[in-house]
């Protein structure tokens, strides 16, 4: 099995639903499995980007830090950058771009990254707000922040993941998004290309790591209704 057939994921979704937000995994742990990525901090305090094997976070203050090795997350995924697919594409919206995918190539049911770099007319972002004591995943979507750019260059960053798999992630679409000069990010919640080149990469593998050694994570009774409508709810 060669690595970047491999999608690498710490956590899953579903786990984050009721609130389970500590961080049980640190990042220079996870980056020893991928060079790009998204996923989340402690508290869900932020959106993480990991481009080109570095690590950044969009805070809700609107700030994006580059992200140390110590910090933990909760939920992440990442895969070494090796598309399968490259192409260039001009003024489309996202949900076109994303139906344009679907109808192009037959990876309904795969685990597949999608990374977008160029242009962008418009760019909207959100970033969660952390709280303590922990919020549920519904609750906390009710207190973001959200952000918008023009004509902005930088690269989208995510994943597809099959509606057969949905609480391993977030079914469908879900990608965030990095400047080029590392000043504006966070969660994906639309945008128009301008102009810029789209790379896919299908997986072969999905390589889950648990959160085994959380107490609150092996004790938890998890409640399934509801599930569904929480994640579509938080991610969309």
Known sequence: ?????VLYQHGTLALLVPGLFSGTLPVGELLKHGDYGIGSVEALDGELIVVDGKPYLAKST????EVSDDELVPFANVHYDRPTDK???ENISQSDLEKEILA?????????AVKITGTFKKMQTRAFIGQRPYPT???LADNQRTFEADNIDGTVV???????YQGIGSAGFHVHFLSDNHKFGGHILGFELA??????????????HLPTHDSTFRRHEFDYDGMDSAIRGAEG
């Open 158 to 164: 995510g994943y597809f993941t099959p509606e057969l």
């Open 195 to 208: 102009k810029g080149t789209v790379t896919l990469q299908t997986f072969t593998d999905l390589d889950l």
């Open 137 to 139: 995943l519904a609750q």
């Open 104 to 112: 192009n190539h037959d990876y309904h049911n795969l685990f597949f």
């Open 62 to 65: 609107g700030d994006v830090l």
């Open 87 to 89: 192409y260039d594409r």
């Open 1 to 5: 099995m060669d690595k970047e057939d």
